[in-house]
């Protein structure tokens, strides 16, 4: 039979049982964080008290303590200072104490000492003490250097100190080899030894007094075991070291081989510098080969150039400089060929980025001769139609030297032909990334500056020389117009646009080639705006054929010896052409770069009239009918029909001026009047439209500048006159209700009013006494406070009465 509790027994029960449940879970979490503070713990942990199952009710557990790190940084500065101390000791006793013992006690301490230092990082590395053994080992090997020192202050003051440095460096080198592998986990002798490996071969070149050859043939061969090193050394300090040391000698002997490459007098001079650069880079290569990415990048840059030095210069040597450049630009070419041969990614792209930048400078060698050929003839805007020079080189000016420039064609020729080779064969083992299409670019680019150097190089005619660019800027616009919207299609059209600005300077030479040159150009261009499927291109193709026909038009004038206002309105049919080809394009893009081509010619005729009064008032008022033309255009109306009333009102203006008319009202009651049939015919359109946007601007623009001449003027017509137009202008706008006419209306008689009456008040004022003034004042202000209320419900009604007009 079960028995079955009381319910409050068995409640005691269950909370009894969850209470050691708590308490286990807390124990248990505790442990668990002491064992996981053990695990990060470089220190020995402390023993923890074992659970004590037993008890029901157990209480807190104390938590554990907290390991305390050691302190490694401390105790390495503590290291480093005592090994540094010590060795500071070690040096003062070598060089100032040295006299005062005997050879044998010098000899002893040092030998004792050495031997001591060198000994005693083995038991410390057994004790677990590898910071202290570090440090130690330091001291064993600057004692070393200076047992080398004191050595050679002993037992060889005769010998030759170069010979013994380097005897010494080697041995050094050596020792520190050994002294590194036989212990191990020490991290500096290895390193050391690298850095004492660097002195042997340049202090035996130097003991030796060998040549720069010979300097340099050291300190290849010392990178070529940095080299090697670098890459099978043990421990990333050796690798590291080596690498640092191998850059340095492999650079200083480069140099040293580059410069004795470019002061060869001739080709056996320069084959023992050709010898040095080929083994530089060979020695590049074979330290890139298995570096990490970007090292090798470098490397293959570095082995690259020393290739290009090597090879170029042998021929370069016997060559003047200005063709010397070709043998370098050729050899650079040739670098592509590591393409063919199974070479690391990396450090084929590292002999491509050498073979970039030798192309780079040859062209850049060359860009002075291909600027003064495009640039020179700006110097014919200040001597225009003197006469067609014999040949191209006087067109372009006797101030550019071209001695030494006759290989530039030559170089942009083959940095064409290789940008072309690499257009159309990029290799596929590569990535592209653009690079294929700026290769097309560059190659265009560098094929249109050919020309014009090549034809000042040969100093051509004049006359073949202007044919000759006229046919390479239609060459170039055609490719431009022929190919897809891309970047080689707008650098063509650069150049095109380039070429065409030289060749348009250079014909101002003579009056026919300023003809020939204008007309072929305005075909060319019109006819490749024609012919481009391209809205963009089309647009400033455009615009540049309208420029070269302001050219024609300007050129026609002076022909004609006319002066420059009456050859304005010759220019403004180009501006009619225009907007004739806008009504008759049918693609925005291209129309409105066209218009406002032709807007900058009118600015053009006008400014050619700016000195001409009457010609500036005719050409002011054709380039209104032009823009009345274009406002004919629904599209235009918003854009050309405030212009277009402008341009006639300042002809007007202008005209007046010409004319000597001095009154405002001339001038600005044909404008008013303008103004109010505008206004009118707005208001009948809209009748809720606002009578100061409908004839605010017709009467301010007659009755304000006539007030303003009126306060000055001492007759009395026109006063008169204004004051009976004001009046009228106020009695409309009461009739009508409108709040413009009766405000400035109003506002016009009350000054005008005034102004008439201003010297008899004067007067006035001048004869009553000094007492009258205050005392009608008084009076005044009793007036209206005594009809105070009536007064202001009267101005409620004049502003209800004002707030009802329009």
């Known amino acids: 039979m079960r028995h079955v509790p009381p319910p409050a027994e068995e409640l005691a029960l269950l909370d009894h049982e969850l209470s050691r449940l708590d308490a286990r879970r807390l124990q248990l979490l505790s442990r668990r964080a002491w064992l996981v503070s053990v695990l990060h713990a470089p220190a020995a942990p402390r023993p923890f008290p074992a659970p004590a199952a037993s008890r029901p009710f157990p209480g807190p557990v104390p938590r554990p303590p907290a390991p ?43 030998a004792a000492v050495t031997a001591g230092a ?35 202050a002993v037992a060889a003051p005769e010998s030759d100190g170069l010979v013994f440095s380097a005897v010494a460096s080697a041995v050094l080198a050596a020792v520190w080899t050994l002294y590194g592998l036989l212990l191990g986990p020490l991290r500096t002798p290895l390193p050391a030894a690298v850095v004492a490996g660097q002195l042997p071969l340049v202090f035996t070149a130097w003991a030796a007094g060998a040549s720069a050859t010979g300097f340099g043939w050291a300190l290849l061969v010392t990178a070529a075991a940095d080299v090697t090193v670098a890459l099978w050394g043990r421990g990333t300090g050796v690798r590291v070291t080596a690498c640092v040391g191998a850059s340095l000698t492999l650079l200083l002997s480069l140099a040293l081989g580059l410069g004795l490459s470019v002061s060869a007098a001739g080709v056996p001079g320069a084959l023992g510098p050709a010898a040095l650069l080929l083994a530089g880079a060979a020695v590049a290569v074979s330290g890139a080969w298995r570096a990490p990415k970007e090292l090798a990048v470098l490397g293959g840059v570095v082995a690259g150039l020393a290739a290009v030095a090597a090879v170029g210069g042998v021929p370069g040597a016997a060559l003047p400089w200005h063709w010397a450049v070709v043998a370098y630009l050729v050899c650079g070419a040739a670098l592509s060929v590591v393409l063919r041969f199974r070479v690391p990614r990396p450090v084929v792209g590292g002999v491509l980025a050498a073979s970039a930048s030798v192309v780079a400078a040859s062209v850049l060698w060359a860009a002075p001769v291909v600027a003064a050929a495009l640039l020179a003839p700006v110097m014919w805007t200040a001597d225009v139609w003197s006469g067609a020079p014999d040949g191209f080189r006087a067109a372009l000016g006797h101030a550019v030297p071209w001695s030494g420039s006759a290989s530039a064609p030559v170089v942009l020729v083959v940095a064409a032909v290789l940008s072309a080779a690499l257009h159309l064969r990029w290799p596929r083992s590569l990535p592209e990334k653009g690079w294929r299409v700026a290769a097309a670019a560059g190659g265009a680019v560098l094929a249109w500056g050919a020309v014009p150097a090549l034809l000042a190089v040969a100093d051509a005619p004049y006359a073949v020389a202007v044919g000759v660019e006229l046919l390479l800027v239609g060459a170039v616009l055609g490719f431009a117009v022929r190919r897809p919207a891309g970047a080689v299609a707008v650098t063509c059209l650069v150049c095109a646009l380039v070429g065409a600005v ?34 963009a291109v089309r647009s400033v193709l455009a615009c540049a054929a309208v420029l070269c026909a302001l050219g024609v038009a300007g050129a026609t004038g002076a022909s004609l010896g006319w002066s420059a206002p009456h050859t304005a309105p010759l220019v403004l049919v180009v501006t009619a052409v225009t907007v004739l080809l806008g009504a008759r394009l049918r693609t925005p893009a291209v129309a409105v770069p066209v218009e406002l081509a032709g807007a900058f010619a009118a600015v053009v005729a006008v400014c050619l009239a700016v000195t001409d009064a009457p010609f500036l008032a005719l050409v002011l008022g ?11 255009r629904p599209e235009r109306r918003r854009v050309a029909g405030c212009p277009a009333a402008g341009l006639f009102v300042a002809a007007a203006w202008v005209r007046l001026a010409a004319s000597g008319v001095t009154d405002p009202e001339a001038y600005t009651l044909p404008v008013s009047l303008a103004a109010f049939v505008v206004g009118y015919l707005r208001r009948r359109r809209d009748p809720a439209a606002s009578s100061w946007v409908a004839y605010g601007p017709a009467l301010s623009m007659t009755m304000v500048p006539s007030l303003v001449v009126a306060w000055a003027d001492p007759h009395w017509l026109r006063p008169l006159l204004l004051g009976i137009a004001a009046l009228v202008v106020t009695l409309a706008g009461a009739r009508l209700r409108l709040r413009a006419p009766l405000v400035l209306g109003g506002s016009v008689l ?32 009793l007036a209206v406070g005594a009809t105070y209320e009536q007064r202001l419900r009267d101005a409620r009604r004049v502003r209800e009465s004002f707030g009802r007009m329009r």
């Open 502 to 535: 030289s060749v348009s300077l250079l014909g101002l030479a003579a009056e026919p080639a300023t003809y020939v040159v204008l007309g072929v150009l305005l075909v060319l261009l019109a006819g490749s705006a024609a012919g481009s499927r391209v809205p």
């Open 118 to 152: 060198l000994v005693a990082p083995a038991p410390l590395l057994g004790r677990r003490l590898p910071s202290t053994a570090e440090a130690v080992a330091v001291l064993a090997l600057v004692l070393t250097v200076l047992d080398a020192v004191a050595l050679h």
């Open 622 to 632: 054709l380039c209104g009918v032009l823009a009345a033309a274009t406002a004919l």
């Open 68 to 110: 305390t790190a050691p302190a490694h940084g401390t105790q390495n500065v503590l290291l480093v200072l005592g090994g540094l101390l010590l060795t500071v000791a070690a040096v003062a006793f070598t060089l100032f104490s040295w006299g005062e013992m005997g050879i044998a006690g010098r000899s002893a301490v040092l």
């Open 750 to 781: 009350a000054l005008d009013g005034l102004h008439e009456l201003a010297p008899h008040v004067v007067q006035v004022f001048d004869a009553l006494p000094r007492w009258a003034p205050p005392a009608l004042a008084g009076l005044l202000l």
